[in-house]
């Protein structure tokens, strides 16, 4: 158990369907991450934020929304995604941006069928 | 940019036997991570080296670091099957971003 809750585990989703992902941390961390893992691809950043702003976003699409209501939680919204968004989503958190040690979660498995 | 690169990519040892990682990146860092993932889950922070480093342990792991070759190992010794996972390498690049490599995957057979 790592302090980073991520919901759901599981998701399958039509391309036309809405969803989101959740993510939680009660580590006092100030700084959360999305992160897109592939099959035989390194794991790619995708949001950064700091103190809830967000401080980079790494030519992301826009079918992924990220939402940060507090310092304490994540969302990534998905809306319209294409088959090859399937991935493993992983959320981590870190006390700063300054790449110190990061906690992740248990991720998301996504299905885009 | 620049990321961390692990060398083998896949491993498959007895248990019992040590487990060596390569890894290796671009530019100059502060500071170099291992990670490990086992199947399908999140990664988990194993040992952070700084710059100014060589070596660092932390119970049956060895981590190394050269600068001047811009690489680092991990040694798992006396691995077990608990040890099977992928281990990851992440540099922190210019903007102090972690950068991972895609992964070693470690198979330790019972």
């Known amino acids: 158990e790592t302090g980073v809750t991520q919901t759901p585990r599981h998701l399958v989703m039509g391309m036309t369907n809405k969803k989101s992902l959740k993510c939680e941390q009660h580590l006092g961390h100030n700084a959360m991450y999305w992160y897109k893992q592939s099959a035989k691809k390194p794991l790619e950043l995708m949001f950064v934020?700091?103190?809830?702003?967000?401080?980079e976003n790494n030519s992301v699409p826009s079918r992924f929304s990220p939402e940060c209501p507090n310092s304490s939680h994540l969302f990534l919204h998905l809306h319209t995604l294409q088959p090859e968004d399937s991935a493993l989503y992983l959320c981590?958190?870190?006390?700063?941006?300054?790449?110190?040690?990061?906690?992740f979660g248990q991720g998301t498995r996504l299905t885009v069928v | 940019s620049q990321q961390g690169e692990e060398d083998p990519q896949a491993l498959s040892i007895q248990e019992g036997e040590n487990a060596t990682m390569n890894c290796s990146y671009k530019t100059s860092i502060n500071n170099l991570q291992w990670y490990r993932q086992n199947s399908g889950r999140g990664l988990v922070h194993l040992i952070l080296i700084r710059s100014n480093e060589r070596e660092k342990h932390s119970g049956r792991l060895r981590v190394t670091l050269d600068t001047s070759k811009k690489s680092s190992s991990l040694l798992i010794t006396a691995s077990r099957a608990a040890d099977t996972a992928s281990y990851f390498c992440a540099t922190d690049e210019r903007n102090n971003r972690l950068a991972f490599g895609k992964g070693n995957q470690v198979v330790v057979i019972p």
């Open positions: 981590a958190s870190s006390q700063d941006p300054s790449a110190t040690e990061a906690f």
């Open positions: 934020y700091n103190f809830k702003e967000q401080t």
